[in-house]
């Protein structure tokens, strides 16, 4: 893509987002582990709701889900709830900076994650933190 489209790109994006209230969308991950020959993958729903909320929902191989919710974590795995609080350990600190990542509009300049952008049949965007 040339950095016109980009730019233009990043614009409309900062139009269409400032009134969005809440995100839903369906996931696959997939983790490559050493000592496994198969990558492993796991599905489910990623929830996101302004101001701060955010939700990551496996439902397959099992059901486990993660609420980041007022500076907490809630942990449902398998019918087994624990919350953990407060915000400063590591999985925690992860997830409070998705969301600020998303309220501070930073998918657009990069700050603090990698990100491409793909052309094909429409316009992809694609972030994830930096290693």
């Known amino acids: 893509m040339s950095s016109s489209e980009i730019s233009a790109f990043k614009s ?4 269409n987002i400032k ?4 995100i839903r ?5 997939t983790k490559h ?4 020959n198969q990558p492993v993958s796991s599905s489910g ?6 101001p701060g909320k955010l939700k990551w929902q496996y439902t397959k191989p099992y ?4 609420l980041f919710k007022d500076n907490k974590l809630y942990i449902n ?6 919350a953990n609080q407060p915000a400063e350990q590591q999985e925690l600190r992860q997830i409070r900076q998705v969301a600020e990542w998303y309220n501070e509009r930073r998918y657009l300049s990069g700050s603090g994650f990698q990100h491409r952008i793909f052309k094909g049949w429409g316009l992809f965007f694609i972030a994830r933190f930096k290693a």
């Not at 409309?12 to 139009?15: A, G, K, N, P």
């Not at 582990?33 to 496994?36: C, D």
């Not at 729903?45 to 302004?50: I, P, S």
């Not at 059901?63 to 993660?66: E, L, P």
């Open 19 to 22: 009134d969005v209230r809440s």
């Open 12 to 15: 409309r994006i900062s139009t």
């Open 63 to 66: 059901a486990y889900s993660v």
């Open 25 to 29: 969308a369906d996931f696959v991950q």
């Open 33 to 36: 582990v050493r000592i496994l």
């Open 77 to 82: 795995d398998r019918g087994k709830k624990r």
């Open 45 to 50: 729903q990623l929830y996101f709701e302004n």
